[in-house]
């Protein structure tokens, strides 16, 4: 899921990137919403933003930041609050001013702040002034309130926050670490971890949109983001003006993350060909990054060398951390979000299988992750909806899905702290139906290795004639203004400011 890699990749939304009961667990009812709990009453008092610039290096110069208090748990939203972060950037053009568009990230663990400071310029440009841009922290990321599960650093590094099973398909590590971390979370990160939930997301864009003093927003939402936005969508349709959801998941109610992050086996069969071609392209042997001279001895190359660095880890730069072959492996799900990486994942490849050189890892392999990132993307995929499965069952998923996804070596269907999470879900997840306003943009690549293709097809089955879909002969994560092409970028940029979508959907050609 266009996500911040290092929180997100843990489901990829991203990470990028929750389903259906535990046997023997009820889920709560839900309202006719399909949200269960009640959000704060039509009476409460909208807050006030004081603005304040909050310009940095590379971003918009008129950037604007401010804080938006929002209930800690809206079946109470006179009690404890917390202050979201949350930013601007007005209009350049007031006369041709339409609207606010809000900028949703990806993750779970992105910071929309971050997406507007680096995106916001580009989409002014794009939209030509029309929109005031506007993004928010969502609760545990950038300056909003983040929660603690007190995790050790080695739970924390990115290879084990993903569950890579054991060189020999062994799951036992990694269920010991999931209900490890499930603990320290349950134990540490109190009822501000347990308020990360998706829905509770939802609900802090709407308390944005009264702040701002709007009828309506616009949006613009990536990765997870497209299903925050599908949500949002769904429960505040009479809020929604013009609406895009760029690298969309799989919305089935009784799988959600949980669906999103076995799909990334998927994902990375669809992707892996264009790093092949690229890495057994003559013009790769001049930089020293050509791996074969045929695209399909790429892939058998690069499995025998992780299996390789299973038996025997090649020490790195980074004294204490070698080049393993999980390290290898999620190396390569990382490369495969964007074609700009793939020369670092071939030098990565390289250094490996020489024995004189001693591999530099990626930055986001070579150190743990903060807690506090940690923590938010662990809390928001084990929230919003127990997880099913039971111990043995995983290990059999793990075994089935390494003989037919032997790139992902049965880690998306591994087990995670969700298995072991302490806290039921006080809320089970919206279903993403057709009804409401046809004012949705679907853009879609077809080689997305985070939310592939297959799964957006049911994101677009879901919202029936509410949406279009701009399919992108492309390869990547994260479409419009990032992974995508002209005719993908003018599709989205046409529909932002004249309203204007294709009669039915479309194919972008590469």
């Not at 990806?106 to 910071?111: C, I, K, N, R």
């Not at 971390?181 to 802090?204: H, I, K, M, P, Q």
Request: hydrophobic content about 35%.
């Amino acid at each position: 899921m266009t996500t911040h890699r290092r929180s997100a990749a843990f489901i990829a939304l991203s990470v990028t990137a929750a389903a259906t009961a535990l046997t023997g667990v009820v889920t709560p009812p839900a309202h006719a919403d399909g949200v269960a709990g009640t959000a704060a009453p039509a009476t409460a008092s909208v807050p006030a933003l004081n603005w304040q610039p909050c310009a940095e290096d590379g971003g918009p110069a008129a950037q604007e930041c401010a804080e938006l208090p929002v209930p800690l748990d809206y079946r109470r939203p006179d009690g404890p609050q917390l202050g979201l972060a949350v930013t601007r950037v007005r209009s350049d053009r007031p006369s041709a001013r339409r609207g606010t568009l809000l900028v949703i990230p990806g993750g779970p663990g992105s910071s929309g702040v971050q997406r507007v400071t680096q995106k916001g310029e580009r989409l002014q440009r794009e939209t030509a002034g029309q929109y005031d841009i506007v993004g928010l922290d969502p609760r545990g990321t950038g300056g909003s309130p983040k929660a603690s599960c007190g995790l050790a650093p080695e739970d924390r590094e990115l290879v084990n926050l993903r569950s890579w099973p054991a060189a020999d398909g062994s799951i036992t590590e990694n269920v010991q670490r999931s209900r490890r971390v499930a603990e320290a979370c349950a134990r540490n990160g109190g009822a501000r971890l347990r308020s990360f939930t998706t829905a509770n997301e939802v609900r802090d864009i709407d308390r944005f949109r009264q702040a701002l003093g709007e009828k309506k927003l616009s949006a613009w939402g990536s990765s997870y983001g497209t299903y925050v936005g599908a949500l949002y969508a769904q429960k505040y349709p009479q809020h929604t003006d013009r609406w895009v959801l760029d690298s969309s998941g799989d919305p089935d109610p009784s799988r959600v993350e949980q669906g999103w992050l076995a799909n990334m086996a998927v994902g990375a069969d669809d992707r892996f060909p264009d790093f092949a071609r690229w890495a057994a392209d003559p013009a790769r042997k001049a930089e020293g990054l050509r791996l074969a001279e045929r695209a399909e001895d790429v892939r058998p190359l690069v499995l025998e060398l992780a299996v390789r660095l299973d038996r025997e880890p090649k020490e790195t730069t980074t004294a204490g951390v070698p080049l393993t072959g999980n390290r290898l492996r999620q190396a390569l799900q990382n490369a495969l979000y964007s074609d700009g990486a793939f020369a670092r994942l071939a030098g990565l490849v390289q250094a490996a299988r020489d024995a004189s050189v001693k591999p530099v890892l990626p930055a986001e392999l070579a150190q743990p992750l903060p807690d506090p990132d940690a923590a938010v993307t662990i809390g928001v995929v084990c929230n919003d909806v127990r997880w099913s499965g039971t111990v043995p069952s995983y290990g059999r998923a793990v075994a089935a899905d390494r003989l037919k996804h032997p790139l992902t070596a049965g880690m998306p269907v591994n087990v995670t702290p969700c298995a072991f999470w302490k806290d039921a879900p006080v809320e089970r997840p919206t279903r993403i139906t057709d009804e409401g306003p046809s004012n949705i943009l679907m853009i879609q690549g077809l080689r997305d290795p985070a939310t592939p293709y297959s799964g957006a097809l049911k994101m677009r089955e879901a919202l029936g004639d509410r949406a279009r879909l701009v399919a992108v002969d492309h390869g990547g994560h994260g479409l419009y203004l990032g992974n995508g092409n002209a005719c993908g970028d003018r599709a989205v940029s046409t529909f932002l400011t004249t309203g204007t979508r294709p009669e039915r959907d479309v194919h972008c050609a590469d």
